[in-house]
């Protein structure tokens, strides 16, 4: 069956670099995580992008840390 959905492609790196070499390699993709605007856009039938880059798994975007006089606050950090 196909739906609105079934024309979208999802990649999964594994690590913080593998998804960076993605970006690079393939600058079509979309980078997303939790995907709110995603379902939203495919329901008013406004998606522009078809392939996708999942960032939820990777844990080093999830980090705040400081480093001398820096705060570093990760893409995914809650």
Request: charged share 20%; hydrophobic share 45%; glycine share 6%.
């Amino acid at each position: 069956m196909r739906t609105a959905t079934s024309a979208l492609e999802l990649r999964r790196p594994r690590t913080l670099k593998d998804a960076l070499a993605m970006l690079r390699d393939e600058p079509e993709l979309v980078p997303l995580a939790g995907c709110t605007d995603l379902y939203v856009a495919v329901n008013f039938g406004t998606l522009t992008g078809s392939r996708f880059m999942d960032l939820w798994p990777l844990t080093p975007l999830r980090r705040i840390t400081a480093s001398n006089d820096t705060l570093i606050i990760g893409a995914l950090a809650t």
